[in-house]
């Protein structure tokens, strides 16, 4: 039996599952790892645990495989990982930092100054990154004033990718669909934007080789190779971002199609056949493959938020061992729309629409009739209305959304998805794989071996369940969407 492991390097721990070559899951292991906050604002993790996690979750799955097939042969492994992340490595290749993640805000002073500046714009208009903290290029602004040290003496910047890759490899590639979300890289032109290196003072020798996702590349690393315990010239295909890698697991890659994921964040994203940039910079256009692009905007307010909630609030009933599905439960004890209490989920600031480091949460409309379980159902219902805005915005630059695809850890959870359903008044399509970035991860594995000519090949096989929204509810959701907006812009200035 032949098979194929799709590898998720994802925030808050690594996936990898083993696939049949027609796509049936077979196997899979995560491994999880701690995100570092030294100070606040500051979020970070460390390369070497990162990449350990790699290996146990491939050598896990792995032995998961043989102890089920003994004869099964691995034809190559392909990759997902998170974007946005930014390592210094000097001229020994030891990493000189953290992998400094998405969700570190410490640059926001120098994003903000680009961001008011005309060149700002013109680098979002080439990049397709929105000028933000999160990006490389404002995080290598930060590295050039605040560790001059470092970013005098850096040999490579990289991603969390490229380090495992190196590792593995001793070459420093990058795919073109994690370049085209660091602010450096120009999607017209599939090349390092020289204005914005220009801007930072660095190099493109200094960054790694830009490659298509189905880049192949084999001959690791023995040693690793057999801590594995794979062969040393399996193929290993370099895959793309988290947010393309799920478009395409999820099968949302035809026109009115969109995928919503919800992990630690949550994305909403599309696919078009030419980059689209935003007159209001609230959108991204990232590099899905030279003739496909993933439109969309990602919000920090996702599954985190709900961590945050559980974890400072207790739970009802403490001895149940599954805390979210309580807290599920607890919800739905209550109307959709919580009786007017509504929830601004921005702990942790907002990427899109709105692109503020500084937003802040807030409950409004506490009232005496408020119980516990309506608080716990608004922060559901601010997760989804912060994805909403997103969407809304999608809808006005590039055409309306038809149906939506759901993958992530939330897709397990019929309230998160039925919530989807009816803000959005949308189709939700819940396929019975939920991890949309390692299935786009195995898809990538599929189409560089040459076994399908292109990924619209691919047949949508899997079981899936269909959550149809209520029209009713729809209408009393918008009623609270539009005072949540309201909100926000009447508060942010105190932010």
């Known amino acids: 039996m032949n098979y194929i492991l799709g590898v998720d390097i994802g925030t808050s721990g690594t996936k990898a599952v083993a696939f049949r070559v027609e796509g049936e899951v077979i ?86 100054k680009l961001k008011a500046s005309s060149i700002g714009f013109d680098i979002y208009s080439k990049t397709g990154t929105p000028i933000h903290p999160m990006s490389p290029l404002c995080k290598l602004g930060w590295m050039r004033e605040h560790l001059p040290e470092v970013f005098n003496t850096v040999y490579k910047f990289i991603s969390i990718k490229e380090y495992v890759f190196f590792k593995l490899f001793g070459r420093y590639v990058i795919d073109e669909s994690i370049a085209s979300a660091t602010g450096l890289f120009d999607i017209h032109t599939f090349t390092w934007y020289r204005p914005a290196l220009n801007l930072i003072g660095i190099s493109p020798e200094q960054l790694a080789e830009p490659v298509p996702i189905t880049y192949v590349i084999s001959g690791m690393d023995e040693q690793t190779a057999h801590e594995m315990g794979i062969p040393v010239d399996t193929p290993f295909v370099i895959g793309g971002s988290d947010g393309c890698m799920a478009n395409l697991g999820s099968y949302a890659i035809s026109p009115g199609d969109a995928a919503v994921t919800i992990g630690t964040s949550g994305a909403v994203r599309i696919t078009s056949n030419v980059p689209v940039t935003d007159e209001k910079a609230r959108t991204f256009s990232y590099v899905l493959t030279r003739n496909t692009f993933v439109l969309g905007g990602a919000v920090n307010s996702g599954g985190v938020v709900l961590q945050w909630y559980k974890d400072n609030f207790g739970m009802p009933d403490a001895s149940n061992v599954d805390s979210y599905a309580t807290l599920a439960e607890e919800a739905t004890s209550v109307p959709a729309g919580a009786e007017g209490l509504i929830f601004l989920p921005y702990l942790a600031g907002e990427r899109a629409p709105h692109w503020n480091a500084d937003a802040k949460g807030l409950f409004f409309g506490v009232q005496m009739h408020h119980s516990r379980a309506h608080f716990t159902r608004a922060v559901f219902e601010g997760v989804i209305y912060g994805l909403y805005s997103v969407g809304k915005v999608l809808g006005e630059i590039a055409g309306p959304i038809q149906v939506i695809h759901a993958s992530g850890g939330f897709a397990r959870a019929p309230l998160w998805v039925q919530l989807l359903a009816d803000v959005f008044n949308k189709q939700v399509i819940v396929h019975d794989h939920v991890e949309g970035a390692a299935t786009g991860a195995y898809m990538t594995v599929v189409k560089a071996l040459g076994i399908l000519n292109g990924f619209g090949g691919f047949e949508d096989g899997s079981v899936k369940t269909i959550y149809t929204p209520d029209a009713g509810i729809h209408r009393l959701y918008m009623e609270n969407f539009s005072r949540f907006e309201r909100l926000y812009d009447k508060v942010k200035d105190e932010f």
């Open 27 to 112: 196997a899979g292991q995560h491994v999880g790892y701690p995100i570092l906050n030294p100070q606040p604002g500051y979020f970070e993790q460390s390369p070497a645990v990162l990449f350990s996690a790699v290996i146990e979750a491939i050598s896990t799955t792995v032995q998961s495989v043989r102890n089920r097939f003994s004869q099964a042969k691995l034809l190559g492994v392909g990759f997902s990982s998170a974007m946005h992340g930014l390592i210094a490595i000097d001229k020994e290749h030891q990493p000189m930092t953290d992998c400094i993640i998405w969700a570190d805000t410490r640059s926001e002073p120098f994003a903000s």
